[in-house]
């Protein structure tokens, strides 16, 4: 009995213990207060989107700076949705072609073909499909836009997680299989980290990506039919049209702040949370850092509410986990597999010329063999600008992306400034290109050319950044100890180790670079109006006058240049990366 008075003490501490882990500290009340204010926005905003068509005419897109903060919440809320559709399709499609041989077959082409399809390609065949499956409704515009945005985003993504599964470490790959791990612990416990860091980066440049575009998903002219959606992008399109410089510098200041709060609240978090995914042997001396990250850490309540999500989830990775494991398959194909292979390499083949009948079919009812000629040359002009664009960003991108990808700290700080580079739509320096043009005399030929890699640069410089992220610090030390020169240390070191994240890149940029130049070969501002001879201007033209047969054909011509330009150079890129430049 004496030691009774101390047991009621143990256990009066243990319970004051039991509910100071249970009671919300301040960084719950902070973390609370923005998810809450974020579920409203969200909320507000996705009710707007389910307005009638009808509000569209009676209350159209004005410049009034009152209007601006429920335009920049329609238009990110446009580009969070598609983001999340770009996600799903990622870790579907890309997962499908890294573990299917013949799924691969398939889908890497058709990849190649969907990147080089310009938005306004998909917007003027898909645009009366939406308004026709909700009439009545804005969801049917808002699904239009949402769809071309998510084809500006999600080629990208899908590229660099392919990329990252294909180069998974052999001998982690081993040591999952010697655990008896199934295929599905494999692809959660290894391979998905392992894609993490290069996956968060190119999402990030889809965003931005995404942005670029806005101006064409929300402003949408497809022959008669007009659609213009309450959104940053609406705004722009109105502010060119009218010459109004002051709307202008609304709309980038708006673009700004709206990438500075989601940089903040979401990509900086995930890429502080993503830095313990790297494949390394010692630990880094810089982390990435972010103060929601830190913030979240130091809840009580939200842990709480997460440990049944948490228990869930290691309850999913067991699915399958009890079944026999089987070895590995042989290394060798045998007579059936390779018999199957070409029976479904003869499908794919027959069903491609099948296609290519149709279009040339269709053409040749409604155009003439000059229009052919006109959209190759057009296309000639515009690889000659693709090609040497990329090039010179290329040299002047590696390096930087090295230098910042190897300083977390420098990168913290570069992130957001590159958010905003990359999503500056090119629209916004047409009044000044437009202008310097005409006083100068200059060729437009030329000088426009620049607009098609303003967006499009950032692929090569997020993906350099991305793989000089995820270079193992023991790599890096080995490298020092050794004292190479710097020639030696960029050639047998850095470049090897980045270079299956700049062939993503550079081959993203490539087919971005097609798709911008819908949009950087014909400017205007006013009733000023520039163009440059190429296939976008050719396309844009076509799509603006509704002139369906010239869209088809310089959508097939775009598509055929740029696949046979990712199988000659980037695709034997690929391989080489795959088999020589592994981490293993």
């Not at 007009?226 to 609304?250: C, Q, R, Y």
Request: glycine fraction near 8%.
């Amino acid at each position: 009995m004496i030691f009774l008075p101390h047991n009621r003490q143990s256990l009066s501490d243990a319970a004051t213990l039991s509910r100071a882990r249970i009671v919300p500290n301040v960084y719950d009340i902070l973390a609370l207060s923005i998810m809450g204010a974020v579920f409203v926005l969200v909320a507000h905003g996705a009710i707007a989107m389910r307005g009638s068509a009808e509000l569209l005419t009676t209350t159209p897109v004005t410049l009034d700076p009152a209007n601006l903060p429920e335009y920049a919440l329609r238009t990110t809320l446009r580009m969070f949705a598609a983001i999340i559709a770009s996600l799903i399709f990622t870790f579907v499609v890309a997962t499908l072609a890294a573990k299917s041989r013949r799924a691969e077959m398939v889908i890497i082409p058709a990849l190649d073909i969907l990147q080089s399809v310009p938005v306004l390609g998909f917007l003027t065949f898909t645009v009366t499909f939406f308004l026709g499956l909700f009439p009545g409704s804005q969801l049917g515009a808002e699904c239009a836009s949402i769809f071309a945005i998510f084809t500006a985003q999600a080629w990208n993504m899908t590229f660099s997680f392919y990329q990252s599964l294909r180069t998974v470490p052999r001998d982690l790959d081993e040591v999952t299989r010697g655990f008896g791990l199934t295929a599905w612990q494999r692809f959660w416990r290894l391979e998905a980290p392992f894609a993490a860091p290069g996956l968060i980066w190119n999402t990030m440049m889809s965003m931005s990506g995404g942005w670029f575009f806005v101006v064409a998903s929300e402003a949408i002219t497809v022959g008669d039919t007009t659609v213009e959606l309450p959104g940053i992008g609406s705004w722009l399109a109105l502010a060119i049209s009218k010459e109004d410089f002051v709307a202008v510098g609304w709309a980038v200041l708006a673009m700004a702040i709206l990438i500075l709060l989601y940089d903040q609240l979401l990509f900086r978090p995930i890429v502080a949370w993503a830095d313990k995914f790297r494949a390394e042997q010692t630990a880094a001396q810089q982390k990435p850092r972010s103060w929601v990250y830190d913030l979240l850490r130091r809840t009580r309540m939200l842990k709480l509410v997460g440990r049944p999500l948490a228990a869930g989830w290691d309850q999913l990775m067991l699915v399958g986990a009890g079944r026999p494991h089987k070895a590995p398959p042989p290394a060798e194909p045998g007579r059936r597999s390779r018999i199957a292979d070409a029976l479904w390499l003869t499908f794919i083949v027959l069903l491609a010329a099948a296609g290519a009948v149709v279009t040339v079919a269709y053409i040749r009812r409604t155009l003439g063999w000059g229009d052919v000629a006109t959209a190759f040359g057009g296309g000639f002009a515009t690889l000659l600008r693709v090609a040497v664009l990329v090039g010179l960003a290329s040299l002047i991108w590696v390096p930087l992306g090295v230098w910042i990808g190897l300083r977390p700290a420098v990168a913290q700080k570069v992130q957001p400034l590159a958010q905003f580079l990359a999503a500056f739509p090119a629209n916004v320096l047409f009044p000044f290109a437009v202008i310097a043009i005409v006083a100068t005399g200059a060729s437009p030929n030329i000088w426009l050319s620049p607009l098609m890699i303003l967006g499009t640069q950032w692929y090569i410089l997020f993906n350099v950044i991305a793989g000089a992220s995820a270079f193992p610090s023991d790599l890096r030390e080995a490298a020092a100890v050794f004292r190479l020169s710097s020639w030696s240390w960029w050639t047998k070191v850095m470049l090897p180790g980045i270079f299956p994240y700049y062939v993503t890149g550079a081959l993203t940029a490539t087919g971005g670079s097609w798709n911008a130049s819908i949009v950087a070969e014909l400017a205007s501002w006013g009733n000023t109006h520039l163009e440059a001879y190429g296939l976008g201007a050719y396309i844009a033209k076509a799509t603006e006058a509704g002139d369906f047969p010239r869209v088809v054909l310089g959508i097939a011509v775009m598509s055929l240049f740029v696949t046979m330009f990712n199988r000659i150079l980037w695709r034997p890129l690929y391989v080489f990366a795959e088999r020589r430049l592994r981490l293993d």
